[in-house]
């Protein structure tokens, strides 16, 4: 392989079943509005076929919390040959070959298998799928079956696959397969309690052979071809299939044959070329280009993929849920992790799709000004897992343990940091994109009404003379329900002086926006009068003898315990100590206090007092979340700590290529590849934004030449090349 594949392609041969679901997961295809996992199209035994697109959530009785749905499959192709169905089942005398390989530049996945069946025939099939990037609906699948030796009879089945469920779980109230004489089938299926219909619709177009119809079974229609090659010769079969649902259509069925009919009209030739055009202005503007580093260029352009196929290109009503659309975890529900680890990149590099996560927030307020309502306070507070209706969707209990306990989730209660992550999201775009019309309309509506909610929610500690916040649970879920959490704290004081100055702004330079949006919200002299009292006495712990935040009231009582000798290890913490019990030890999940020195950076102290706050902190932590490592990677890169900054970067950009954590069965980790770009941007390169603009502070891996990226700036683009001298 040439340097510019191997920092391009992620590849697997020779066949590994003890790696399908990491390979599936890895290999996930999408284009902002459908992703699929890397599944065979033949089917394997216990493969995780996954079909997702955002927004489609539906709650089904027995279950805590609404589901992703997945959609009926799409992607079902076999070979028969001579009468011998393909599968990667067979022994390898039999498998005579296999490559599998995504190719991240042009969002294109390929497997080549040299297969021979028992009667000797060997032929070669070559898979190839994308789903297109610039039209959202579609996904478009090429097969070719060439006769290697011998002149084998090829019979090929095209279906959709209608009978999936989320693992079990069956979400369908109605699936109702269809066929057009042998034009198209199709599979609509009704959801069992959000209604939703979601329409998969394919056709197949080949020069070889003629099509029939069949029902493979109640669910599956499918379009066959029967036909012999002789040796040498080649069959290829173009299968389009298109995706709709009745969140983009009144009539999903109906959509899914116009797209089938654009498609067929475009051919597989210009749609290819089309989605390769669309891949290259993607990397044009989102790539980062590392000289003299194949792993972290490799790794960086993996997570920037995974990023960049999950972001919703034509919707404001889906955000990215914390495992993309690339599997099951978290049931698709929508964290921090978007704001905080997604967002950054697209607001620089993408700032359109930044802006359409950004108004699934607004469009959602009503649902986090229900949850204030609901817990008596006012404004909006954001819910820590999000999905369709914008309301809080945290499931209260886990399923029940293999001892049959269960295990109460505190999240959703007190994980409030989520509606400052929100509001930073919202300021830090409007900084960098300058995009006003977004700001006034939208943008200032979430900073300030979230800041209503934190006027309401803190306490005053009368004895004290001080505002504090109790029952939290920071960015370290290791310990839940604590008292002034130190990074919660300084946000909503960093939140609270950011609304103040927003509301200045409006009546300084749009006084009839400011009358309506400060009188809607009732942001008066009385309430500005009151954060500014909460923010001159708000409590942040801090121990000024040894200069270092303590994480929660108490933290520096707990049991301290190194974990220098606890590796190597794949299990967190709390899952080898127990759940309750790990609340009595000085682990920490993630990034808590380095995640605060991340996002206020200088205002948390002067280098001397966040590096003694890195070296308390950094021996603590578990990495027990994905989202840990690309912040210490970004804080110890700004701390000039250049050893475990390339370290940190690394770990995080291996999560899911390497399968470090054992979990990418249920997805990428969306946000450890955002955080990714983030350290390297605002950790390595040093990116901020001063008073005059932009500036640079690059800190280079001492093995990098150069790193070199775009970004925008107020509707600008801007490259830059930074090096080791720059
Ligand atoms: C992390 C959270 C994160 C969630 C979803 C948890 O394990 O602790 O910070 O939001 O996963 O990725």
């Not at 959530?57 to 070979?79: G, I, R």
């Not at 001397?608 to 840990?628: C, I």
């Amino acid at each position: 392989m040439t340097p510019t594949q191997r920092t391009w392609l992620v590849s697997d041969a020779p066949f590994n079943p003890g790696k399908i679901y990491h390979t599936e997961t890895i290999y996930t295809i999408g284009n902002g509005y459908m992703g699929l996992r890397g599944t065979f199209e033949e089917g394997y035994p216990n493969q995780m076929v996954s079909t997702l697109t955002h927004g489609f959530f539906n709650h089904e009785k027995s279950e805590l919390v609404p589901d992703l749905v997945n959609l009926p499959n799409p992607l079902h192709f076999l070979v028969e040959v001579d009468g011998e169905t393909f599968s990667m089942q067979t022994p390898k005398i039999q498998m005579l070959g296999y490559k599998r390989t995504l190719d991240l530049k042009r969002g294109v996945l390929t497997r080549e298998v040299l297969w021979r069946n028992q009667t000797g025939n060997v032929v070669k099939l070559s898979f190839e799928r994308f789903a297109h990037l610039g039209i959202d609906h579609l996904l478009v699948q090429r097969v070719t079956v060439r006769a290697v030796l011998g002149n084998p009879e090829i019979k090929v089945t095209a279906g959709i696959d209608g009978s999936q469920t989320n693992e079990g779980i069956d979400h369908w109230a109605k699936v109702e397969p269809a066929h057009e004489a042998t034009t198209t089938i199709s599979v609509t299926g009704t959801t069992s309690q959000s209604n939703y219909v979601a329409a998969v619709a394919s056709a197949l177009h080949s020069d070889k052979g003629t099509l029939s119809y069949q029902a493979l079974d109640a669910k599956t229609p499918a379009l066959i071809s029967a036909f012999t090659l002789t040796e040498g010769e080649a069959a290829t079969f173009v299968k389009f299939s298109a995706i709709h649902t009745s969140r983009d259509d009144a009539d999903p069925t109906a959509a899914a044959r116009g797209t089938l009919i654009n498609a067929a009209a475009s051919g597989y030739d210009k749609l290819l070329a089309d989605h390769e055009a669309a891949w290259a202005a993607y990397w044009n503007d989102s790539g980062i280009e590392i000289e003299g580093d194949e792993v972290a260029q490799r790794a960086l352009r993996f997570c920037t993929y995974h990023v960049l196929i999950a972001a919703p290109r034509n919707s404001e009503r889906a955000s990215i849920g914390a495992k993309t659309l690339s599997g099951p975890g978290y049931k698709g529900h929508v964290f921090w992790d978007t704001e905080l680890f997604m967002v950054p990149l697209l607001t620089l590099t993408q700032p359109k799709l930044a802006r359409n996560l950004l108004m699934y927030r607004y469009h959602n307020l009503q649902g986090a000004r229900n949850k204030a309502k609901a817990n008596n306070y006012e404004g909006a507070m954001f819910p820590w897992e999000s999905t369709d209706t914008g309301e809080e969707t945290t499931p209260s209990w886990s399923h029940p343990l293999p001892d049959g306990t269960r295990i109460r989730i505190w999240t959703g209660d007190s994980e409030q940091h989520i509606s400052t992550d929100v509001a930073y999201a919202v300021l830090q775009y409007w900084q960098w994109t300058g995009d006003e019309e977004f700001f006034l309309n939208q943008g200032a509506e979430i900073v300030l009404d979230t800041a209503v909610f934190w006027g309401s929610r803190v306490e005053y500690n009368k004895d004290e003379d001080r505002y504090e916040i109790s029952q939290q649970i920071g960015p370290d879920e290791y310990h839940e329900n604590v008292n002034n959490s130190a990074f919660t704290n300084s946000m909503v004081r960093w939140h609270l002086r950011q609304a103040i100055e927003v509301r200045d702004w409006l009546i300084q330079m749009h006084p009839e926006r400011a009358t309506a949006l400060l009188g809607q919200l009732k942001v008066d002299e009385t309430r500005i009068h009151q954060w500014r009292t909460i923010i001159d006495k708000m409590y942040i712990p801090f121990d000024k003898e040894q200069g270092i935040y303590e994480q929660f009231d108490g933290f520096f009582k707990l049991k301290p315990m190194s974990l220098e000798h606890w590796s190597p290890r794949w299990a967190n913490m709390d899952w080898i100590m127990g759940h309750e019990e790990t609340q009595g030890y000085q682990f920490i999940k993630q990034a808590d206090i380095v995640m605060m020195m991340a996002l206020l950076g200088e205002e948390t102290g002067s280098i001397e007092t966040r590096k003694a706050n890195w070296n308390y902190y950094y021996p603590l932590v578990d990495h027990g979340s994905s989202l840990s490592p690309s912040t210490h990677a970004w804080v110890a890169s700004r701390l000039g700590l250049s050893a475990e900054a390339y370290d940190m970067f690394i770990y995080a950009g291996s999560i899911d290529l390497e399968d470090l954590k054992g979990n990418v069965r249920d997805g990428i980790h969306a946000a450890a590849s955002g955080g990714v770009w983030e350290s390297v941007i605002w950790g390595f390169a040093g990116l901020s934004l001063g008073a005059s603009g932009f500036q640079f502070d690059p800190k280079l891996p001492a093995h990098w030449k150069s790193v070199k990226f775009r970004f925008y700036y107020k509707g600008k683009q801007h490259t830059a090349t930074l090096t080791q001298d720059s």
